[in-house]
């Protein structure tokens, strides 16, 4: 038997090791779209402004998570040192469990741009706070400031221009306070027409305090008298009268004077036996628009809003009772417009938890009834609009033909997310279920712009069940009558269909061909000529 010499051995080896397979064989390496991945390009934005922080105060944290896709950045275990003015020792120091910024992550870019702060379980020491504020904090018993939660969120909602800002803070054994206001800043011209000051169109504004233990902290720094619930009212009318007034410069009318005195009447039961106090605007549904005068004067602002001082939101006042609740599990004993009623109630969460689930076993009785079908569709459809697109759409076809208000934004969204053909499918069965007339029957006159009317009707959805092929079939009609209008509306049905695919260009030129051939079997058979020809 032949023997290997060493040197064949190593010779061997080194072939070996040149072989591509084996020099293929080595840990994964990171590719090129994995290096500029989402992730990693939203955690160094995050670490840009981390570093930025640092250059205000000292910054620590345990760990960070970014999640783009969602719009969530979070931090927990954090440290900061502040430098503050007034604190020459830097003693100040405060202490945050996590720390949440979230931005549009519930529907990114689509609806909303939003932005919402979450800080849970902050602790700041009396240095972060002003010498006389920490005096009078540490002599009412606090080492420290103990914050639960900090939130805010604000929001501007793209179809509307509203903005809306709400804000949660809660101090351990002090007090929680809430705050919400939303409204739309409108354009305004000024004398000469130019743009001037913004108005404000206010459809909420609502702040509330819980007591947890804050006034009988504050009440040991306070004098004798000020503890006497009938003295601070006493006193507090006085000063919030002299400020209102200027002075007593301007006098107060009957709204000022009532908001003062249910200020202080709240502000009396709030001290004796410590609960919750709020001031909240009492507006129409569609909200009050303050002009810069308004919103500028406390007295034009107290009138404009028509601020309320009550022991508890309007919203309390608002929970539906048992007997009303108790009608859910026996709807037959409700009255269309309670169960229409109800129904919108546990859409909106208004008094009732939110529940979309239960809507359908109050309405569904209700759309055999013309009266009611188009009110019960319409809720319908937005109760299902997340769950059920195919039965939400069949539902705001029926509130389409009953022209309810927002029915034709509801097909829009519907539609975007469904296939062409499943909307032309739709939009077939709801004019056979109806027993929908033949189109011919609804021409009726010699104006070629009642047939473009019908066109138009049938494309949107206003006041007729959105049907594309009969859309397209009144603007046949209505181009063959003369009508000058009715080639643009034409083009623009068909644009509906283009662009989106082999599939949907061949669904869309089959029902065509269909509609074209009904249009000329009609025009022929109706003797329409005759009725849209006007003689020289």
């Known amino acids: 038997m032949k023997k290997f010499t060493p040197l064949s051995t190593t010779a061997a080896l080194a072939l070996l090791a040149a072989t591509p397979t084996v020099a293929q064989d080595r840990d994964p390496q990171v590719t090129f779209g994995e290096f500029f991945s989402p992730d990693r390009i939203a955690t160094a934005i995050a670490h840009t402004g981390i570093s930025a922080l640092r250059t205000q105060m000292e910054l620590q944290y345990d760990h960070m998570t970014v999640d783009p896709m969602r719009g969530i950045v979070s931090l927990s275990g954090i440290v900061a040192r502040p430098q503050l003015p007034y604190d020459q020792a830097g003693q100040c120091e405060v202490l945050i469990d996590r720390v949440t910024l979230s931005s549009d992550f519930t529907s990114p870019f689509q609806t909303a741009a939003e932005i919402d702060m979450n800080l849970i379980g902050a602790h700041a020491t009396l240095a972060c706070f002003e010498r006389d504020m920490a005096v009078a904090l540490r002599t009412a018993g606090y080492r420290d400031m103990p914050i639960d939660q900090f939130k805010m969120r604000a929001s501007y909602t793209y179809a509307t221009g509203a903005t809306a800002v709400d804000s949660t803070i809660a101090i351990n054994g002090f007090g929680i306070l809430d705050y919400s206001a939303s409204g739309t800043i409108l354009p305004r011209l000024g004398q000469y027409g130019i743009p001037a000051e913004p108005a404000v169109r206010v459809t909420r504004a609502v702040a509330t305090l819980k007591d947890d233990g804050g006034w009988a902290a504050i009440s040991q720094v306070l004098p004798e008298n000020l503890r006497d619930p009938v003295m601070i009212r006493e006193m507090g009318t006085q000063a919030i009268s002299s400020v209102l007034s200027q002075d007593g410069l301007r006098p107060l009318g009957a709204v000022e004077r009532r908001f003062v005195a249910d200020l202080m009447t709240q502000v009396e039961a709030y001290v004796t036996d410590p609960g919750e106090i709020t001031i909240e605007a009492t507006l129409p549904d569609n909200g009050i628009t303050l002009e810069p005068e308004m919103y500028a004067d406390p007295l034009d602002l107290i009138a404009g809003l028509g601020l309320q001082v009550r022991a508890a939101p309007m919203a309390r006042s608002q929970i539906l009772s048992l007997d009303a609740?108790?009608?859910?599990?026996?709807?037959?004993?409700?009255?269309?417009?309670?169960?229409?009623?109800?129904?919108?109630?546990?859409?909106?969460?208004?008094?009732?938890?939110?529940?979309?689930?239960?809507?359908?076993?109050?309405?569904?009785?209700?759309?055999?009834?013309?009266?009611?079908?188009?009110?019960?569709?319409?809720?319908?459809?937005?109760?299902?609009?997340?769950?059920?697109?195919?039965?939400?759409?069949?539902?705001?076809?029926?509130?389409?033909?009953?022209?309810?208000?927002?029915?034709?934004?509801?097909?829009?969204?519907?539609?975007?997310?469904?296939?062409?053909?499943?909307?032309?499918?739709?939009?077939?069965?709801?004019?056979?279920?109806?027993?929908?007339?033949?189109?011919?029957?609804?021409?009726?006159?010699?104006?070629?712009?009642?047939?473009?009317?019908?066109?138009?009707?049938?494309?949107?959805?206003?006041?007729?069940?959105?049907?594309?092929?009969?859309?397209?079939?009144?603007?046949?009609?209505?181009?063959?009558?003369?009508?000058?209008?009715?080639?643009?509306?034409?083009?623009?049905?068909?644009?509906?269909?283009?662009?989106?695919?082999?599939?949907?260009?061949?669904?869309?030129?089959?029902?065509?061909?269909?509609?074209?051939?009904?249009?000329?079997?009609?025009?022929?058979?109706?003797?329409?000529?005759?009725?849209?020809?006007?003689?020289?």
């Open 325 to 536: 609740l108790a009608a859910i599990q026996t709807p037959d004993s409700l009255s269309p417009d309670a169960r229409i009623a109800l129904a919108t109630a546990l859409l909106d969460g208004n008094g009732v938890p939110r529940s979309t689930s239960m809507v359908a076993g109050l309405l569904e009785p209700l759309l055999d009834t013309p009266e009611t079908a188009g009110a019960a569709a319409a809720l319908l459809a937005r109760a299902e609009q997340e769950s059920d697109v195919p039965n939400a759409y069949r539902h705001a076809l029926i509130a389409a033909s009953a022209a309810e208000p927002g029915a034709i934004g509801l097909l829009d969204k519907l539609e975007s997310r469904m296939t062409t053909q499943s909307v032309l499918a739709a939009q077939d069965r709801h004019l056979t279920s109806v027993g929908a007339v033949a189109p011919l029957e609804m021409v009726t006159g010699d104006d070629p712009r009642d047939l473009r009317a019908l066109s138009l009707a049938y494309l949107t959805g206003t006041g007729q069940a959105r049907s594309y092929a009969r859309a397209y079939y009144y603007a046949l009609l209505a181009e063959a009558a003369g009508d000058i209008a009715a080639e643009s509306l034409r083009n623009e049905i068909i644009a509906r269909f283009g662009a989106r695919g082999p599939d949907v260009a061949q669904a869309w030129h089959a029902l065509a061909a269909q509609v074209e051939e009904q249009a000329v079997t009609d025009w022929i058979n109706a003797d329409l000529p005759g009725r849209y020809l006007v003689a020289e």
